[in-house]
């Protein structure tokens, strides 16, 4: 017998008592250091009182987060913008780390607003019947034209009449749209339009000299007859992003608009673009509009 194997007398161990041993060992010793068992009313009690986990809004995201989603700097640096006051939300500084804003809320770091959604330009060759509005409710809009546009939550730049036509421009950043809001300078609209009667030449002479309608002088960039159509056929070129003013210049002199079409926005045309139809902007052209 090796010594491995143990020796006689009173202290050898009986092959029993090894077995034995190492059964109870296993089955409750060992298993009670791995685990501990819940039968039999030993289950762990809930503390009632701890505050249950408010539920996430999926509608929030965290300040930091957005800032650094804006594309202005990493979310770590954003930390440190918005401790130092940097950042403001609904016009007010907020410091505190971990607050949250809502995606409506506008927020501001260093005075220019900033939006977490990635930037899109969509270009819309609008048919007649849909209005020009972001609102429920108003029947055919032409935020169902480009619903399927972008994810990014964009919205029109100026307006046409439900009966107009012609091109319409979507975007989420406002320094594009401001360009178009800017009283000084502006983007400027091309509009070919048909009225019900022939436009005396005295008065496209004074809608182009501009004149004034209670006290307010309109002015427009540009107006002219179409080469090789009628004169009713009128081609304007102006600023305003909305066209009530268009319709109150010809109103003012005696004019019905028969029809309305935006041809061209800046250096934005309707080349391949079908009525109903939108396209994103390539890079050239969002340079090119940029540039104005």
């Known amino acids: ?74 979310r770590r640096e954003a930390d440190v913008h918005i401790a130092t006051g940097l950042v403001t939300v609904n016009g ?21 607003r900033i939006n977490p959604e990635k930037k899109a330009y969509v270009l819309l060759n609008k048919p007649k019947g849909f209005a020009t509005t972001t609102s429920e409710g108003k029947g055919r809009t032409v935020m169902d034209l480009v619903a399927n546009a972008t994810t990014s939550r964009i919205k029109p730049i100026g307006r046409l009449g439900r009966n107009s036509k012609g091109l319409l421009l979507f975007t989420n950043d406002d320094v594009i749209a401001d360009k178009f809001t800017n009283s000084k ?35 427009v960039e540009e107006i002219s007859y179409i080469d090789g159509e009628a004169k009713n056929q009128i081609g304007l070129k102006i600023k305003n992003i909305g066209n009530t003013l268009i319709r109150t210049i ?30 994103h902007l390539t890079e050239q052209e969002l340079n090119n509009l940029k540039m104005l």
Request: glycine share 12%.
């Open 250 to 279: 010809f109103d003012h002199f005696k004019y019905e608009i028969v029809s309305l079409d935006c041809v061209a926005i800046g250096p934005l045309t309707k080349k391949d673009i079908p009525r109903g139809h939108w396209k």
């Open 1 to 74: 017998m090796s010594r491995t194997q143990g020796t006689s007398g009173k202290g050898k161990p009986s092959g029993r008592g090894e077995q034995n041993g190492n059964a109870k060992g296993s089955s409750r010793g060992d298993q009670g250091a791995k685990s501990k068992s819940f039968a039999r009313g030993n289950a762990p009690i809930r503390n009632v009182n701890s505050p249950s986990k408010k539920p996430s809004n999926p509608n929030e995201i965290r300040l930091n987060k957005y800032v650094a989603n804006s594309g202005m700097c990493s």
């Open 185 to 219: 300078h502006g983007v400027a609209r091309l509009f070919q339009i048909e009225l019900d009667k022939n436009l005396k030449l005295d008065d496209l002479k004074a809608i182009q000299s501009g004149f004034k309608i209670e006290g307010k002088l309109i002015a």
């Open 92 to 112: 007010k500084v907020i410091t505190e780390m971990g607050y949250k804003v809502k995606l409506e809320d506008e927020v501001r770091y260093d005075g220019a």
